[in-house]
């Protein structure tokens, strides 16, 4: 069965710290993982990754997938308390006739001034 | 088990008909949400509820309508009006926020409309 996991569930630090949020997946054709950002409605989309070891970047957040062993992580340096926010990773299955998205539960980051 | 279902996971229509998609809950979440997601992108929040009887537009609302009658049930149609109505339609529900910061979504398994 295709998986999803993200770990930690949820996540205390304060400012200035460095988080590493990961996700972990078992997914038959593999295509992208991608990240969000649940803040008070919806998730925002921050990454779209699909190959190896290619470092994605925006500002304090970075991302890295690891295709060999079935992983990404999300990076924060110098978190702020407009960073606190639920971090979504999604599994995209390959094939246009799938679509389904699989995501895990979440990672729930507090960011304490 | 509890969880979030959606149906059907793959409907097609013809261009200019309306059609409902099916979202129900089992979780007793107050809140619910519809989203659309199109190829290469993320999610976009077409509409969401807070609570019964209450609903308000996402991002994306123009074209489509929703109603919240039952605590457990969100249902999206996709009406003739929507230019673009082929892609992936994602149902998610949550308990609601704490503090400010949202309770996680779970997410239906979708559902892809196709329009020809």
């Known amino acids: 069965e295709d998986k999803v996991v993200q770990s930690p569930l949820s996540l205390v630090v304060h400012e200035g710290d460095t988080v590493t949020l990961n996700c972990s997946y078992e997914?038959?054709?593999?295509?992208?993982l991608l990240w969000y950002k649940q803040e008070k409605k919806a998730p925002t989309f921050l990454f779209m990754l699909?190959?190896?070891?290619i470092e994605k970047k925006s500002g304090r957040l970075s991302s890295i997938l690891d295709k060999k062993e079935l992983f990404s992580i999300l990076n924060i340096t110098a978190t702020q308390t407009g960073d606190s926010a639920i971090y979504l990773c999604?599994?995209?299955?390959?094939?246009?006739?799938?679509?389904?998205?699989?995501f895990g539960k979440g990672t729930k980051l507090s960011v304490k001034p | 088990d509890g969880g979030i279902t959606q149906s059907p996971k793959y409907l097609f229509r013809k261009e200019g008909q309306n059609v409902t998609l099916s979202c129900e809950q089992n979780?007793?979440?107050?809140?619910m949400y519809w989203y659309r997601q199109d190829p290469g992108q993320g999610l976009r929040l077409i509409y969401y509820?807070?609570?019964?009887?209450?609903?308000q537009k996402g991002d994306i609302a123009e074209g489509y309508s929703v109603s919240r009658e039952k605590k457990e049930s969100f249902p999206l149609t996709v009406t003739s009006a929507q230019k673009n109505p082929t892609a992936f339609y994602l149902c998610?529900?949550?308990?609601?926020?704490?503090?400010?910061?949202?309770?996680?979504?779970?997410f239906g398994p979708g559902t892809r409309l196709t329009v020809t």
């Open positions: 998610a529900s949550s308990s609601g926020t704490s503090g400010g910061l949202p309770y996680e979504q779970y």
């Open positions: 997914v038959t054709n593999f295509r992208s």
């Open positions: 979780l007793n979440h107050d809140a």
């Open positions: 999604a599994v995209v299955p390959y094939g246009g006739s799938q679509g389904n998205l699989i």
């Open positions: 509820s807070q609570i019964v009887n209450d609903f």
């Open positions: 699909t190959s190896s070891g």
